[in-house]
């Protein structure tokens, strides 16, 4: 089963277009950093366009924020790219003769709905700007080993 990268993708891709605003950003530039297809960078910007969360103009290669990066969440991210999308999935097809197949789904359904519950929490309270801050801070620690 492969992992979806949707939503960090997408928190680069929100990132890039503050940090490097002062320049083009069409989607193949966009691509570079993330390292994959302008496709795939247009496919997300849209979803994040959709969410209220970017502006963009057709042939223009000029995305905005629609509003300040303090006030995107990262949870915020994540249900535009993601949806509803479960974090975890149980396993349906277990022996319902059996005391640990036929328990198993909602043991495992409530721990898997508090951990839900507190991820979400958790990307609630960080925004946009701290993802920005920190990757300012790594960048700035490294030219000061150079």
């Given amino acids: 089963m492969r992992i979806s990268t949707r939503f960090s993708d997408s928190i680069h891709i929100l990132a ?16 570079g950093s993330v390292e994959t ?15 209220g969360l970017i502006t963009t103009k057709r042939g223009n290669p000029e995305p ?17 790219v993601e949806g509803e999308r479960s974090l975890f999935e149980l396993d349906k097809k277990t022996n ?14 409530g721990y898997y709905e508090q951990a839900k519950l507190a991820a979400q929490e958790k990307l609630r309270s960080y925004t946009l700007q701290d993802v920005i801050d920190d990757i300012l801070k790594k960048e700035n620690s490294k030219n000061k080993l150079v």
């Fill in 16 to 31: 890039f277009m503050n940090i490097y605003s002062n320049i083009r950003l069409s989607s193949d530039t966009i691509a």
């Fill in 37 to 51: 297809s302008p496709v795939v960078i247009r496919r997300l910007m849209s979803a994040l366009r959709k969410a």
């Fill in 64 to 80: 905005k924020l629609a509003k300040p990066p303090t006030q995107i969440t990262l949870l915020e991210i994540y249900f535009a």
């Fill in 96 to 109: 319902p003769a059996c005391i640990v197949g036929g328990n198993i789904q909602s043991v495992l359904g």
